[in-house]
């Protein structure tokens, strides 16, 4: 019994290890092309992303009456189809019993001379314009309809029940069916209602189906429209912030999700606010303390006198006065200042007068209409800069301006010895002079571009550097208007 038991064992682990070196194996890998496959669905979610709405609303309103629309197509093809062609069928076979029977009454019963009685009866019984005529060949076949499912019922229950040849017309009357029956000395002509032969009510369940289904779609599309006036809501208030607009009136509302989305901005909107405010007022008192100092040595200097030292620090204090506003005014930016109606054109002539009085060449020019909504001192420093900018490095400089599609569009054209491409990004970093490109001679903190930048992107904008027409640089300040 111990040898047996032993051999046993010994067979048993030399199958298991057989069975786990089968399992064991390593699988060979599917042939199958993955790279056509990943194409063409990347091609389909292109195409699919080319077609389909962008909006939420639009979106949302697909994802809710698509599957309704699906629902409904499967309802009238699967349940009406059958529903229709099986009642269809059931009275079509109803028909044609009863003139079964009257086929066979007048085959095995004898019949007065003009069928007066037949005739009655299928009148007055069964509801059909019957008449027995003289033998003569069936009319043709009329054309078929290619989606009568009268027709074909009837056919085939004729053919089923009667089995005698048959005419049937279901089209040349609106509201009857004829139906002719050669028999072996006669024609039997039936005229029996349409109704009678088809499932003529089934319209009413298209049309409550239908009907409550566009109630419905329309009280979805009423709550669909409340739940993303909150998105669009904040959306704007954002957009509207980012511009330096005020947005007061903006309420946290909408689903909580929202409501959590409209707090947290509401909240990263006051954080912003109250660093700006705190930069702001330090920013003031360094300004305060710095002209203090300023004015000091301004006073010192008055004391000693037309001197050649006095004049090159009287020089140097000037520098320093006109580097610490720009600093100043880089660093506190257009953050206290509202958006008002502002006439650009009018201010592109103020622009003009002042470099006229400074003796620069500088022209502009306006078309259309010249309403913006901006902030004006903002813009106008930003102009201010751009227009130095182009009479410091060229001796001629023209601004236009245009209101395009609610778009204020400023290019300012001068005929210096302009930027190279690769050198533009780099002139609208802070501090950062393009020796090479200007004139070393020339003082200036290196913020011009940076501020009017600063400006453009604060009112929701962009400012751009190109080719001048006139051989030099080009500024093109575009913002909402």
């Known amino acids: 019994m111990t040898r047996f038991a032993t051999a046993f064992a010994r067979h048993f682990r030399i199958a298991l290890a057989d069975r786990l070196k089968l399992v064991s194996r390593p699988l060979k890998p599917l042939a199958v092309p993955l790279q056509p496959v990943l194409r063409g669905y990347r091609s389909a979610s292109r195409l699919m992303y080319r077609i389909m709405p962008k909006g939420l609303f639009t979106r949302t309103f697909l994802i809710i009456v698509g599957p309704v629309v699906i629902l409904q197509s499967v309802l009238v093809f699967v349940f009406m189809e059958r529903h229709y062609q099986l009642v269809t069928r059931r009275m079509s076979e109803a028909v044609v019993r009863e003139i079964a029977s009257v086929v066979y009454v ?70 009857f069916v004829e139906i002719r ?67 007061d009136d903006f309420r946290p ?22 660093q700006i405010e705190q930069r702001t007022t330090m920013l003031a008192g360094v300004s305060h303390d710095l002209r203090t100092i300023l004015t ?46 502002t006439d650009v054109a009018l201010l592109l002539e103020e622009l003009e007068e002042e470099a006229e009085i400074s003796g620069q060449a500088v022209t502009t020019r306006f078309e259309g209409p010249s309403e913006a909504q901006v902030k004006r001192l903002s813009i106008k420093r930003c102009l201010s ?66 501020i009017a930048r600063d400006i453009a992107r604060s009112h929701g904008g962009e400012l751009y550097l190109e080719d001048s027409p006139l051989g030099g640089l080009r500024a093109k300040l575009r913002v909402p208007a």
Not at 393 to 414: F, H
């Open 181 to 247: 029956i050669q028999l072996e000395d006669s024609i039997l002509r039936v005229f029996t209602r349409r109704s009678q032969t088809y499932a003529s009510n089934s319209h009413i369940f298209l049309v409550w189906m239908f009907s409550t289904s566009l109630v419905l779609v329309f009280i979805a599309l009423l709550f669909l429209r409340n739940q993303i006036r909150p998105i669009v809501r904040l959306a704007n208030a954002a957009e509207a912030f980012g511009k330096g607009r005020p947005a």
């Open 296 to 341: 000091r040595l301004r006073l010192q200097l008055a004391f000693l006198g037309e001197t050649p030292e006095s004049d090159a620090m009287r020089k140097d204090v000037d520098e320093m006065s006109h580097m610490l506003e720009d600093y100043l005014a880089f660093s506190r930016g257009d953050g206290d200042e509202d958006i008002q109606t």
């Open 385 to 450: 800069n751009l227009i130095v900018n182009g009479c410091k490095y060229g001796n001629r400089v023209e601004v236009d301006g245009r209101i395009d599609k609610d778009w204020l569009i400023v290019t300012v054209d001068d005929d210096g010895p302009g930027i190279a491409e690769d050198q533009r990004e780099m002139a609208f970093r802070a501090f950062h002079r393009l020796d090479l490109a200007r004139n070393m001679d020339e003082t200036g903190s290196g913020l011009g571009l940076a």
């Open 106 to 175: 007048l085959e095995n019963y004898p019949q007065d001379p003009d069928y007066g009685k037949i005739e009655g009866m299928a009148s007055r019984a069964l509801g059909m314009s019957l008449t027995v005529m003289p033998l003569e060949p069936l009319p043709p076949p009329a054309p078929k309809p290619f989606f009568d499912v009268i027709d074909k019922e009837l056919s085939l229950a004729i053919s089923q029940r009667i089995g005698k040849p048959f005419w049937i017309d279901t089209v040349g009357r609106s509201r």
């Open 253 to 274: 509302s909408g689903a909580r999700e929202v409501r959590r989305a409209s707090l947290a901005f509401i909240d990263m909107r006051r954080r912003i606010e109250r």
